[in-house]
């Protein structure tokens, strides 16, 4: 014993290398999300790279077993993928712009024909208000309408201009395939590379982990995949066959907000109920045809698509995404809702593998 402190002198020098350990990664940690935040507003380009050669690597890897060489693998692999989302950019985009631009001239009629609807409601309500007549009340809110949707479009057409300028449209379009290709060449290399700065001790475990998070990851950005592909087609092609205004638009946001749970979903019901409402009033069987659709596209990738495709090797719930999504948007903008379900998932890795420690350890067993 050591003065009487209760400290063996070997017990004081652990305790100060275990000090020194946990500042170590809580420093790098530290430093890895304050890099992220001051060069947010440049990193999409490469963030996006990353993930197409790491969501890519599996495929190139299955190919080089056939003797392929791997450069030739990776080249032929961002030509077929990005081939395709330019195809479907040129053939959607332009069909979605146009339907926007109509909703948006439209949008002041939609509200005069809303207000026209519940008008009674309105002439008590002057009344009882005492705000004079009824028309002249209607055709303030008529103003309003415009000038809300003036102000709307004005916005829009700022956060056009000012978020995809020319600098980032070539980032985008010539700075991300150029790092997806790179990393896919030498993928093997620097998996390799970091494994062999991994400290020593705790390297079978970091490797562990790794696969844990790889194997989350990639279940749920293939499941994610396949029911975002298929939502947007059904929702889409769904709302067009039934006649709805703005359908394609509604069916493809729609879907594409399925990535977080039950956002698309929302999202598309409310509107699709709402533009039916308004264009076949006062019929209301076309609002309950979109309320079917979008009820059965939800119930299809709940308990057809997510269980088939995910099946058990997903632990991420879907409030858990959610909050990580609204989370790291909030703190890192449009570049933190890209890395939210990676950085989840570790999370979530992370704290389910501790929480097994934990169960093991004597501070729970009480030993």
Known sequence: MHGGGGYF??????????????????????????????????????????????????LVSKMIRRRIPRMLCSIATLVVLFGILVAVGLLVVP??????????AHLPGYYAQGLELVRPLVDRAAALAGAGSPERLQQT??????????LAGNAALGVLQGGVSLLSLISLL??????????????????????GYLPRRHAETIRLLAGRVDSVLK???NGSVVVVVSLSLFYAVALSIMGL??????????????????????????????VAL??????????????????????????????????????????????????????????????AVPITAVIGVLVRFFMKRYEESDVYIGK
Not at 99 to 104: D, E, L, T
Not at 290 to 315: E, N, S, W
């Open 174 to 195: 010539a700075i991300t395939p150029l790092v997806a290709f790179y990393l896919l060449v030498q993928w093997p290399d620097l998996v390799s590379r970091i494994d």
């Open 245 to 274: 205004q703005y359908g394609l638009t509604i069916g493809l946001i729609a879907g594409i907000a399925s990535f977080i749970p039950y956002l698309g979903t929302a999202f598309g019901l409310l509107a699709a109920v709402g």
């Open 278 to 339: 308004f264009q076949f009033w006062p019929s209301v069987v076309m609002p309950i045809v979109a309320l079917v659709i979008f009820v059965t596209g939800q119930l299809a990738a709940d308990y057809v698509l997510t269980p088939r495709i995910m099946g058990d090797r997903v632990h991420l719930h879907p409030l858990w995404v959610i909050f990580g999504i609204f989370a790291f948007s909030a703190l890192f903008g449009f570049i933190g809702m890209i890395i």
């Open 9 to 58: 002198p070997g017990e004081r020098g652990v305790a100060i290398a275990m000090k020194k350990h946990y500042l170590f990664w809580f420093g790098m940690v530290a430093g890895f999300f304050l890099i992220v935040w001051l060069l947010r507003s440049i990193l999409l380009p490469f963030v996006l790279g990353i993930a197409i050669a790491w969501f890519l690597d599996p």
């Open 95 to 104: 069909l979605v712009a146009d339907q926007v631009s109509v909703f948006v």
């Open 141 to 150: 809110g008529i103003d309003g309408a415009k000038k809300l949707a003036s």
């Open 219 to 221: 279940g749920f950005v």
